[in-house]
């Protein structure tokens, strides 16, 4: 099947309709020839200016202003950036780094596109005006020169309506499964039209943090590497409880609790490093966190636990490890 000139167009009853199916066929059918749930190289942004995103606030209940002089906290956060990325590296993983712009603070978390193993790219609606800011052109022409745009959600912003890509959509990519957890950043309809779109199978469901609020991405709740998940169930409302491991059948769960996932322990992101092998990656803060017992069930999976200690960024941006890396297929 042939894809490379194929686009989602409106406007155009039947021969729109015609050509969106057969973008979702070509999503589909290319993805599962190719499936694999991790990659071996990945985008990280340097941060130009880094400090408590006020705009973000409001529904991260994570991030924390110790006020300190913002020069001093980019300093930090740029030597925290740079040992991740450099521990990643050394690890095997191929690292791409743009740069981050100066207004834009948490350009350091880039998830406003993701790319996919078909070749397509998708870009995100997002809540805060200044995150809007982050899809810069240079960054959008550099993912030109790779993949083809696929899917372009950006006009629901002008509706108030967001889905934060890999905050928004935990895949699971091998069993075509997607997670989604309601939230200001989480839109259901969007989510349910972007598994429409993709040909995933979408697992939507609510969440209370520490503050009884929503958890502000599904990525801090969980994570999925290849044959296992790390989640906390406590953070999943109950009545959801029975739907969640549902769809996690057949992956050993090795579950979280709420004080370990305020410690980013669901923030973790499997990679592949030297010869393919498979590494798990997250923050020291959350390598910290994990018991023994939870760090063995993971090591069934993966070669090493690969860690870097980000603290400053975790407390002013109220992100981690996984939060700071799109993955490139």
């Known amino acids: 099947m042939q894809c490379d000139n194929m686009s989602h167009q409106a406007n155009k009853p039947v021969e729109s309709s015609q050509k969106t199916l057969q973008t979702?066929?070509?999503?589909?059918?290319?993805?599962?020839?190719?499936?694999?749930?991790?990659?071996?190289?990945?985008?990280?942004?340097?941060?130009?200016?880094?400090?408590?995103?006020?705009?973000?606030?409001?529904?991260?209940?994570?991030?924390?202003?110790?006020?300190?002089?913002?020069?001093?906290?980019?300093?930090?956060?740029?030597a925290e950036f740079r040992g991740l990325r450099d521990t990643l590296v050394e690890a095997g993983v191929l690292v791409t780094t743009w740069k981050g712009h100066r207004t834009c603070p948490?350009?350091?978390?880039?998830?406003?596109?993701?790319?996919?193993?078909?070749?397509?790219?998708?870009?995100?609606?997002?809540?805060?005006?200044?995150?809007?800011?982050?899809r810069s052109e240079e960054m959008i022409e550099s993912l030109e020169k790779g993949y083809r745009l696929?899917?372009?959600?950006?006009?629901?912003?002008?509706?108030?309506?967001?889905?934060?890509?890999?905050?928004?959509?935990?895949?699971?990519?091998?069993?075509?499964?997607?997670?989604?957890?309601?939230?200001?950043?989480?839109?259901?309809?969007?989510?349910?039209?972007?598994?429409?779109?993709?040909?995933?199978?979408?697992?939507?469901?609510?969440?209370?943090?520490?503050?009884?609020?929503?958890?502000?991405?599904?990525?801090?709740?969980?994570?999925?590497?290849?044959?296992?998940?790390?989640?906390c169930m406590e953070a999943i409302l109950p009545e959801?409880?029975?739907?969640?491991?549902?769809?996690?059948?057949g992956l050993e769960v090795v579950e979280l609790t709420m004080d370990q996932m305020k410690h980013f322990a669901g923030n973790s992101l499997e990679l592949l490093g030297h010869d393919n092998e498979k590494i798990l990656v997250m923050s020291g803060t959350a390598c910290r966190a994990l018991r023994d017992d939870q760090k063995e069930r993971l090591l069934?999976?993966?070669?090493?636990?690969?860690w870097s200690d980000i603290p400053t960024i975790e407390t002013y941006g109220g992100g981690s490890a996984r939060c700071m890396i799109q993955e490139l297929y």
């Open 24 to 78: 979702r066929r070509c999503f589909g059918i290319l993805a599962r020839m190719r499936k694999k749930q991790s990659t071996r190289h990945i985008v990280m942004i340097e941060p130009g200016e880094f400090y408590a995103n006020p705009e973000t606030m409001d529904t991260n209940h994570y991030q924390i202003d110790e006020h300190e002089a913002i020069p001093e906290v980019t300093r930090r956060a740029i």
């Open 150 to 231: 696929r899917l372009d959600l950006r006009e629901f912003e002008s509706q108030g309506r967001a889905l934060e890509s890999n905050g928004s959509l935990c895949q699971d990519r091998i069993n075509y499964k997607v997670f989604s957890a309601l939230s200001r950043r989480t839109d259901p309809e969007l989510a349910e039209k972007w598994a429409r779109e993709t040909g995933y199978e979408l697992v939507l469901f609510e969440t209370r943090s520490h503050t009884g609020k929503p958890v502000y991405h599904v990525d801090i709740v969980m994570f999925i590497g290849t044959g296992y998940a790390g989640v």
């Open 300 to 306: 069934k999976h993966v070669t090493k636990i690969v």
């Open 240 to 249: 959801y409880h029975g739907l969640v491991r549902a769809a996690l059948d």
């Open 106 to 134: 948490d350009h350091v978390f880039p998830n406003w596109f993701s790319t996919h193993s078909d070749g397509g790219y998708v870009l995100y609606p997002m809540v805060n005006e200044n995150r809007r800011a982050e």
